[in-house]
């Protein structure tokens, strides 16, 4: 079975900068894809930025590119979610995502992956 679990969230002044690690300690699969989304109080998840394994190539929404950077570290099973210029807008619970093959996606209101964390609390203020 998929475990994943969040880290490294916490309250952050605007500016600074946060690193999100998000541990699989369960199946792994060698073509993947990881995801970061959000959701703020209130508002639909989002997708944040996405990592496809075979091609480690990356994805980003508009409003985190230039600050953000999805990284994996497959040997720890590892995803990092390195997030710098920090703003209030940011602030939201932070969930890490796996699929099989395609990458998690949001489509209307909700946001599709194999498997989810539980979460790690963001906070800019």
């Known amino acids: 079975d998929v475990q994943l679990v969040e880290s490294g969230g916490d309250s952050v002044q605007p500016g600074g900068s946060l690193t999100l690690s998000c541990v699989n300690s369960g199946d792994t699969f060698p073509s993947h894809c990881m995801g970061w989304f959000r959701q703020a109080p209130g508002k639909e998840r989002e997708k944040v930025a996405t990592f496809y394994t075979l091609v480690r190539g990356a994805n980003y929404a508009d409003s985190v590119k230039g600050r953000f950077t999805i990284s994996q570290d497959s040997a720890k099973n590892t995803l990092f979610l390195q997030m710098d210029s920090l703003k209030p807008e940011d602030t939201a619970m932070y969930y890490c995502?796996?699929?099989?093959?395609?990458?998690?996606?949001?489509?209307?209101?909700?946001?599709?992956?194999?498997?989810w964390g539980q979460g790690t609390q963001v906070t800019v203020s």
């Open positions: 995502a796996i699929n099989r093959e395609s990458c998690p996606y949001c489509s209307g209101r909700s946001c599709y992956a194999h498997h």
